[in-house]
């Protein structure tokens, strides 16, 4: 089992820069997948970025080329930079690990784009 906590989420004008952060309750050594999701007002929740172990990344075509995915073991921690942000980006966005136990969520981080 696994808790996880998001902090980072802002309001943020558009063409600027978030870093995300998400907590685990215990080492992300040995977690295979570890993702990023977003869901705004009206919307189905969707992938933004997901990392494995084996250091595959996927990103959406979306955020591709603004947004990063890392993770830091030592620190059970999992990071989301995200740069060149667009109003589309106004989301809660979840962070997510998928164990040998279940399908674990965040409670989530408000991301507002606005001018």
């Known amino acids: 089992q696994v808790q996880l906590v998001e902090s980072g989420g802002d309001l943020v004008q558009p063409g600027g820069s978030l870093r995300l952060s998400c907590a685990a309750s215990r080492s992300i050594f040995s977690i295979y997948y570890m993702g990023w999701y977003r869901q705004a007002p009206g919307k189905q929740r969707e992938l933004v970025a997901s990392?494995?172990?084996?250091?595959?990344?996927i990103y959406a075509d979306s955020v591709k080329g603004r947004f990063t995915i890392s993770r830091d073991n030592a620190k059970n921690m999992m990071y989301l930079q995200m740069n060149s942000l667009k109003f589309e980006d106004t989301a809660v966005y979840y962070c997510n690990a998928i164990t040998s136990s279940g399908d674990y969520w965040g409670q989530g981080t408000q991301v507002t784009v606005s001018s």
């Open positions: 990392s494995t172990t084996a250091g595959s990344t």
